[in-house]
T-cell receptor, first 113, second 114 residues
């Protein structure tokens, strides 16, 4: 069965420090990979996607993600965290033969001043 | 560019009732999909509409149904509401069905079933 795992319910980091939010997936073939962010009482906002090519993908607000095919991972990273980055982050995958996104359970990022 | 808009933003229903949620897709987008996000969980795919036809469905019972109109707006209808239907319902639009691009989400309709 296709699935996405975000092993950390919450990640805490100090402002200015690097952050990593982990994501692993179980999807056959070469899926499309996405990260979305959700602020309180808001919908999901797209951050970045991996389709093919370079394993390091750059996205919005200084975020980037590293695709690792052998480890089936797509970790979200940022070199220097901001307090305003505090939000709920979702990893999602889509099988190339399908149209639906499969989301992880989300990771809450808390950046302390 | 007009984003995805959903209405109502909040509503309360009782078990057994029916509800209709509405979505206007982003300008130029012809595909609409609906997701259910229960509290503390990631969104779950309900179904997708393209050119007024349902062209994909997740693991939801038939009492979840939808429509897409010629202007690409959409409705989600849920009959015989159950307590477990309480969730945030998200509408998302995209340019074409099955493309590689991202989905653009609305801010959701929060449904509470008592």
């Amino acid at each position: 069965a296709q699935s996405v795992a975000q092993p950390e319910d919450q990640v805490n980091v100090a402002e200015g420090n690097p952050l990593t939010v982990k994501c692993t997936y179980s999807v056959s073939g070469n899926p499309y990979l996405f990260w979305y962010v959700q602020y309180p009482n808001r919908g999901l906002q797209f951050l970045l996607k991996y389709i093919t090519g370079d394993n390091l993908v750059k996205g919005s607000y200084g975020f980037e993600a590293e695709f690792n095919k052998s480890q089936t991972s797509f970790h979200l990273k940022k070199p220097s965290a901001l307090v305003s980055d505090s939000a709920l982050y979702f990893c999602a995958v889509r099988d190339r033969s399908s149209y639906k996104l499969i989301f992880g359970s989300g990771t809450r990022l808390l950046v302390r001043p | 560019e007009t984003g995805v808009t959903q209405s109502p933003t909040h509503l309360i229903k009782t078990r057994g009732q029916q509800v209709t949620l509405r979505c206007s897709s982003q300008s130029g987008h012809n595909t609409v999909s609906w997701y259910q996000q229960a509290l503390g969980q990631g969104p779950q795919f309900i179904f997708q509409y393209y050119r007024e036809e349902e062209n994909g469905r997740g693991n939801f019972p038939p009492r979840f149904s939808g429509l897409q109109f010629p202007n690409y707006s959409s409705e989600l209808n849920v009959n015989a509401l159950e307590l477990d239907d309480s969730a945030l319902y998200l509408c998302a639009s995209s340019l074409t069905s099955g493309n590689t691009g991202e989905l653009f989400f609305g801010e959701g309709s929060r449904l509470t079933v008592l």
